[in-house]
């Protein structure tokens, strides 16, 4: 199959031809029946003549080329319904049957606070050639009127406050936000490439004569930049926020992290050190606990203390080491103390332990000159005022400290 994509140097021209790449050179495999040869690519900047060869040569057309922020109200006509228009009539003088996809807007439907949008009556007189066009040839004609879209590589302060809010939030610029309330129907970029990669494959959603993506979200400015400067403060609070999955905040996570500087990519991690070692709390969950690191010098022990509620999974990664539990209490079957149970652990082999409730528990370096570095996760945020640890000897008859 070869596919054309007009506006590729776009937003969604961009993110789509290099999904395209990744399933033409066998990257993606997820769509195993659907097989593309070439792709060809234009832009404002390509040469006239191409256009007419792509045409002739294209088996699906996807037409996502069009004029945001032009000099003049005029050039959206031009931008928009002109070139759909020019695009046509080649298709049509090469006798194309190529399939015919277009990129218009919900602005098109000249409604609410779009009704006298200049870019929204271009979009619609685009749409209306396309579907006389797909009647008048018996082409299958797949239009698609899209909320904001957001992701990456969009170009911020142009025409997506998405990509700007990011792009200043990053970089601890100011944003403007003249009505906090104001709320904005969103779509995904990757959500978006997916709806097309189904449209060539024939399994595009319709409603009626339009296409449409399955999967949008609703949120106002407030609420969108209020979640980005909870991104932005990550690195100092490791707190990571509540990403459900498919949810609109993992999206906009994601979407937020492409546009940080490089030099932002790496960030200080406070750690605790004494004789002993290293402690280093890495991600903190409101929802699921935290993840830490422990790093114990040779022959140290470290924990000696019990939870109420608090459980904990450590997970050494190099190193030997012993972790040792033992349950609170007597055991009313022998009158002592319940027994000790022992896990000798190792990097040359991952294993989790769990830390259990109502168990004290330590962990000691067996090695005489190698650290043991362990992952420890918690269900719970450390909380300073409230730490619901106890302070207990495991194993009496040595009392390791």
Known sequence: MNILVTGAKGFLGRNLIENLKNIRDGKDRTRPELHIDEIYEFDVDSASDELRDFCSRA????????????????????????????????????????????????????????????YGRSKLEGEKLF?????????RTLVYRFPNIFGK???????????????????????????PATELELVYIDDV???????????????????????????????????????????????????????????????????????????????????????????????????????????????????????????????????QERRLGIDPSTGLEYPVHEFEVSGAKIQAVQMLPGYTHNIINLSETEDLVTVMWANEIFDEAHPETYREIVDRTHRQE
């Open 131 to 139: 579907f006389d066009y797909g009647r008048k040839h018996a082409v």
């Open 59 to 118: 088996d699906f057309v996807f037409n996502l080329a069009g004029v945001n922020r032009p000099q003049t109200p005029e050039e959206y006509m031009k931008g928009n319904f002109g070139f759909a228009s020019g695009l046509l009539d080649m298709l049509s003088e090469c006798g194309s049957s190529a399939p015919v996809m277009l990129s218009s807007s919900i602005q098109a439907e000249l409604t609410g606070r779009f009704a006298n949008s200049e």
């Open 193 to 323: 490439v997916c709806e097309l990669l189904d449209a060539l494959e024939g399994k595009e959603h319709r409603n009626g004569e339009y296409c449409y993506v399955p999967v949008t979200y609703h949120a106002t400015l407030g609420e969108i930049a209020d979640l980005l400067r909870e991104f932005h403060n990550q690195p100092g609070s490791l707190i990571m926020p509540d990403i459900p999955d498919g949810s609109f905040a993992k999206k906009l996570y994601s979407t937020y992290l492409s546009y940080l500087p490089p030099e932002k990519a790496i960030y200080d991690i406070p750690m605790s050190e004494d004789e002993r070692g290293h402690f280093t709390e890495l991600i903190k969950s409101r929802n699921a606990g935290q993840i830490s690191i422990n790093i114990s010098r040779p022959g140290v022990v470290k924990g000696q203390h019990w939870h109420n509620s608090k459980w904990e999974i450590f997970i050494v990664v190099s190193g030997h080491g012993l972790i």
């Open 153 to 179: 590589w969009c170009r911020p302060n142009y025409n997506s406050v998405v990509a700007t809010f990011c792009y200043n939030i990053g970089r601890e610029l100011d944003i403007r936000i003249d009505d």
